[in-house]
């Protein structure tokens, strides 16, 4: 499988193995076939990024087996395998083996396991964009007063969240788990598995409707966050989000003790209260709970600003100095395909390139639209299909015209059939080009881009935009540094 490296521990590195030889057989409800293994130091799904000393589950995905690939996780070191019976057998030579009945039900033991024994206060998050940005910040900034465990990319879902908690150690002092969902009911075991003490819900937007009959009921699903709350946890809500009574009402439903409030709107906890914006990063003024304070952030965007409030609400309730808390983002760099930026050469000089190509929403492409408006230059947005927006596809995308009115955004290049909707849906003079795949559009961006320009790439995974970027930084590699 092609999803696993390690999870980001910080602090301090040296600790005791991750588990012993016999410590994951109750949880895994497991036989042991074989010799005893060595001690296991990690976790691991994917023998591409296998460490010496994991123990790697066989998981079935939908395109590969783990099962095929466990003589190659032996030979790159592993220390024992999961596998299934049904394979039992056939693997029993190839080392040792913890045999259960579902490799995917054991990795879900071993989640919870590594959960109770641990002492970590735990934050979960969810929301309809910017997930991941919130539990990178925040693991930057629990960072400074103690180890910290969060996995490194977006490990949301029905095997990421269970992976993330099996390579907990025993000594993290606080836990980041993000949570993702596209259909109702999924959210509710992965929070029970977490069982958080803080829920943080970063906002609620037009998301997945091809499963969902409305945004309220993507309201509801986001709310299952709640139910895993401890008794007297803490919800984090956004209080300038449409569904925030709808949230909130979910929330007094539950264990929740409190919930706490950010946002611009003026009975918001964490309120913001100012933001000057440069071109490389930006000055927040907040007013949390009945403190005021002032930081730099090392990046811009005004759904950066906000989500960082989030942050500081909950590293205030885990009981963090809000200035220390605030001064880490100084050190906050936005991950892989979410607002990276990079510099590259044209023929006539220098153009910045934002990779925003980890996936979109309207929610989303809204908050980076915002964004490219505040810098200066020609304006280009280089948009690719939403999915999973159900019947409202078309309608949603053409609606995006308003928001490249507002910003001021200069041309627009689109792919995909959905993306011709606002294609069409723009004046002339913005129309860059449109394309049926991304893959089609990389010539004409390539010609069109001179120096001075502002170029966002942003679409959903399925969109391939991130093939526009590697095409981009190829072509223009002389000259290309990451800031």
């Known amino acids: 499988m092609s ?68 003589v190659e996780a032996f030979a790159k070191g592993a220390a024992a395998a999961v596998v299934d019976e049904d394979h039992a057998e056939a693997l029993k030579d190839s080392g040792p083996l913890y045999v259960v009945k579902s490799v995917l039900s054991s990795l879900e033991g071993l989640g919870a396991a590594a959960r109770a024994r641990s002492a970590a206060r735990v934050t979960a998050v969810t929301g309809s964009a910017g997930k991941t940005t919130t539990k990178e910040a925040l693991r930057l900034v629990l960072s400074h007063a103690g180890r910290v465990h969060a996995s490194p990319a977006s490990y949301n879902n029905h095997w990421g969240v269970p992976l993330t908690l099996a390579r907990m150690p025993r000594d993290t002092r606080f836990a980041v788990i993000e949570i993702g969902m596209n259909h109702a009911g999924e959210i509710t075991p992965l929070v029970g598995l977490a069982r958080p003490h803080i829920a943080i819900v970063t906002n609620v937007g037009p998301v997945h409707l091809e499963f969902f009959d409305s945004v309220e009921a993507i309201a509801d699903a986001k709310a299952e966050i709640f139910s895993g709350l401890v008794p007297g946890g803490i919800a984090i809500l956004n209080r300038d989000n449409d569904h925030y009574e709808r949230l909130t009402a979910a929330a007094r439903l539950s264990q929740a003790g409190h919930i706490a409030t950010f946002g611009a709107h003026e009975r918001a906890d964490a309120r913001l209260l100012g933001l000057q914006l440069t071109e490389n990063d930006m000055i927040v003024e907040a007013r949390i709970a009945d403190r005021d304070v002032t930081y730099r952030i090392n990046a811009p965007g005004r759904h950066l600003a906000l989500d960082s409030l989030a942050v500081l609400l909950a590293a205030r309730a885990l009981g963090l100095d809000l200035d220390q808390a605030s001064t880490a983002f100084a050190e906050f760099e936005v991950p892989a395909g979410r607002g990276r930026r990079f510099e590259l050469g044209a023929k006539d000089g220098p153009f910045t390139l934002i990779d925003e190509s980890y996936n979109a929403n309207p929610a989303s492409i809204r908050a980076a639209l915002e964004m490219l408006g505040t810098l200066r230059g020609r304006r280009i947005a280089v948009l690719g299909d939403m999915r999973e927006l159900g019947a409202r596809g078309s309608e949603l995308h053409a609606e995006l015209a308003a928001d490249v009115a507002a910003n001021r955004i200069d041309l627009v290049f689109a792919a995909g059939p959905l993306m011709k909707y606002l294609f069409d849906a723009l004046p002339e003079a913005v129309r860059g080009g449109w394309r049926e795949s991304a893959g089609a559009l990389e010539e004409m961006i390539a010609a069109e881009i001179r120096s001075g320009d502002v170029v966002l790439i942003k679409g959903s995974n399925a969109s391939r935009m991130q093939d526009i970027v590697a095409s981009l930084r190829s072509r223009f590699a002389d000259e290309a540094h990451a800031e």
């Open 3 to 70: 999803l696993a490296s390690h999870a980001t521990d910080s602090w301090n590195d040296a600790h005791e193995p991750l588990w012993s030889p016999l410590g994951p057989v109750g949880p895994l409800k497991a036989r042991v076939s074989g010799n005893l293994p060595q001690p296991i130091s990690g976790i691991s799904i994917d023998t591409r990024t296998l460490a010496p000393g994991d123990l790697f589950f066989a998981i079935k995905g939908e395109k590969t087996d783990g099962h095929d690939h466990v």
